[in-house]
């Protein structure tokens, strides 16, 4: 129940944050926000801000801070570093996809193609889209799992969808 709670209390606080969203673009609603502040620091790591105020449409799936917890102690501030900028933006263009996909349109491609659904990201590999529960469930590369706690926020070159959980692309 106490999460159930969290979980509402950070929805209705980036929901209020970004009523304003469709002026700003992604990178401007998620700097807006501080569940995205680790999300915001990586894209400025990665030198990848540019390229989401572009013109799109982007389709991104972002991590809250508190997914960016849950990978194991060390992973974030090593990715950070400017010597991991190449495995940062591997793992940061892993979360975004090319045009713009609303949660309809998402499950009705869930839906349409017997439960599960591929995305290529700019990443250039793919995530699986499925449903569970109701809810849209990404997973990744590596059978990892992230559901979408939040989906649709409006931002003026695409949308974003808050999950869970880092998702990762394959070690290459």
């Known amino acids: 129940m106490k999460m159930i709670k969290i979980t509402l209390v950070s929805a209705l606080m980036l929901l209020s944050a ?18 995205f502040s680790t999300l915001v620091t990586a ?7 540019g390229t989401l105020s572009g013109e799109g449409p982007f ?11 849950k990978l194991p102690e060390g992973t974030v501030a090593g990715l950070l570093k400017p010597e991991s900028k190449a495995a ?26 017997d ?8 990443e250039g590999s793919t995530i699986t889209l499925s449903l569970e529960g109701g809810n849209v469930i990404l997973t990744d590369a590596n059978g990892n799992k992230s559901t979408v706690v939040i989906a649709d926020v409006a931002a003026s070159n695409g949308v974003i969808h808050a999950i869970d959980t880092v998702v990762m692309p394959a070690s290459k």
Do not use: C, W
């Open 88 to 113: 940062l933006t591997g793992v940061l263009t892993y979360h975004v996809v090319a045009g713009k996909f609303e949660a309809a349109a998402v499950i009705d491609a869930i839906k349409s193609n």
């Open 43 to 49: 894209v400025k790591a990665a030198d990848l801000v």
């Open 115 to 122: 439960g599960m659904f591929k995305v290529d990201t700019v």
């Open 59 to 69: 389709t991104v799936f972002a991590p809250t801070n508190d997914a960016f917890t």
């Open 18 to 35: 970004t009523s304003f969203a469709q002026d700003e673009n992604i990178v401007g609603v998620a700097a807006g926000n501080d569940n």
